[in-house]
């Protein structure tokens, strides 16, 4: 049973450029969840799909954009990257709304530099 | 909103020590609370929640953690360290957001240093 896989690993922008993470989330689960954690730091919330649709937003600019396709699956897009938005992108799925507790399962992440 | 705070930075124990990682929690109703671990460089994952029930949590690996609703604590623990415990350690809390849908708060984190 495949877990939670994010791609790329790791890729390097310049300030300005826009970028794509995907995430496929663990089978069975249909909620997914975007986090940022910057170096030394928590991770923050960025929003969450459910059924396609965004279903809440933490407190990122607009710059930041998601999507969720029919199979569950997850882009998070970053537009005009800045310095600040290096960090370790996380993924989380968790299990469908009407029974989840709050566990998330996590993937590896995509570590964002941006120079 | 609901908030964790982990007040320590860091905690270093010796090995074969018994091991406390703190958070506090701020929460309107009942609250969910989890831990979550997470090696370097790598994703986070869970080790353990409560919901409702018994106080004192068991989880993954050895931990389990003791809720107290009067000081608004959960608290992770373990009965003897283990350098492969060392890593970073997040307390989280479910926080219900709009439209009824549920996002997940963690705290700043606390690196467990175990000591060999």
């Known amino acids: 049973d495949a877990g939670v896989t994010q791609s790329p690993t790791h890729l390097i922008k310049t300030r300005g450029q826009q970028v794509t993470l995907r995430c496929s989330p663990k089978s069975g689960h249909d909620t997914v969840s975007w986090y940022q954690q910057a170096l030394g730091q928590g991770p923050q919330f960025i929003f969450q799909?459910?059924?396609?649709?965004?279903?809440q937003r933490g407190n990122f600019p607009d710059r930041f954009s998601g999507h969720q396709f029919p199979n569950y699956s997850s882009e998070l897009n970053v537009n005009a990257l800045l310095l600040g938005d290096s960090a370790l992108y996380l993924c989380a799925s968790s299990f469908p709304g009407g029974s989840n507790t709050g566990e998330l399962f996590f993937g590896e992440g995509s570590r964002l530099t941006v120079l | 909103a609901q908030s964790v705070a982990q007040p320590e930075d860091q905690v270093n124990v010796a090995e074969g020590n018994p091991l406390t990682v703190k958070c506090t929690y701020s929460?309107?109703?009942?609250?969910?609370l989890f831990w979550y671990v997470q090696y370097p460089n790598r994703g986070l994952q869970f080790l353990l929640k409560y919901i409702t029930g018994d106080n004192l949590v068991k989880g993954s690996y050895g931990f389990e953690a003791e809720f107290n609703k009067s000081q608004t604590s959960f608290h992770l623990k373990k009965p003897s360290a283990l350098v492969s415990d060392s890593a970073l350690y997040f307390c989280?809390?479910?926080?219900?957001?709009?439209?009824?849908?549920?996002?997940?708060?963690f705290g700043t984190g606390t690196k467990l240093q175990v000591i060999p």
């Open positions: 799909y459910y059924e396609e649709e965004e279903r």
């Open positions: 989280a809390v479910r926080d219900k957001g709009s439209g009824g849908y549920q996002k997940v708060t």
């Open positions: 929460v309107s109703g009942n609250p969910y």
